[in-house]
């Protein structure tokens, strides 16, 4: 037999009802989010600066998991999180979920002929499931 407390523990447990997260490195800050299309309209005001930005996570790297992009909205461009191979490992699953990330705004060097880009190097990323 069952218990009561066992059975509706396996119950809440497994119910859709619960929005779980998957957390990588430090604590999100959501107290200070700022709009991706704000940091991209004047990066140079938001370099080298800690900042927290949130959006839909539309592709993430399927070699090393090691950068996702996000957009807040159809029409913005995307904004690439990206860290050393292995700090943080983003899974696949996590495209199509709303994802906060908590960093540092870094230039990201295209190469030769192509103008750099802005990326932000994250501290902590949250991820709802």
């Given at each position: 037999m069952i218990k009561p407390f066992l059975l509706s523990t396996a119950l809440l447990l497994s119910s859709p009802l619960i929005a779980a997260t998957v957390t990588f490195g430090e604590t999100v800050d959501?107290?200070?989010?700022?709009?991706?299309?704000?940091?991209?309209?004047?990066?140079?005001?938001?370099?080298?600066?800690?900042?927290?930005?949130?959006?839909?996570?539309?592709?993430?790297?399927?070699?090393?998991?090691?950068?996702?992009?996000?957009?807040?909205?159809?029409?913005?461009?995307?904004f690439r999180i990206k860290v050393r191979d292995g700090d943080m490992v983003f899974p696949l699953s996590a495209k199509g979920?709303?994802?906060?990330?908590?960093?540092?705004?870094?230039?990201?060097?295209q190469g030769e002929g192509k103008a750099d880009a802005y990326q932000l190097v994250p501290t902590a990323v949250e991820i709802a499931e």
């Open positions: 959501k107290q200070q989010v700022i709009a991706v299309a704000s940091i991209l309209a004047t990066p140079a005001s938001y370099l080298e600066q800690q900042v927290t930005v949130v959006g839909e996570v539309t592709g993430v790297c399927s070699k090393q998991h090691c950068w996702m992009t996000l957009a807040t909205a159809e029409d913005e461009p995307r979920k709303t994802a906060y990330a908590t960093g540092v705004v870094k230039v990201w060097a």
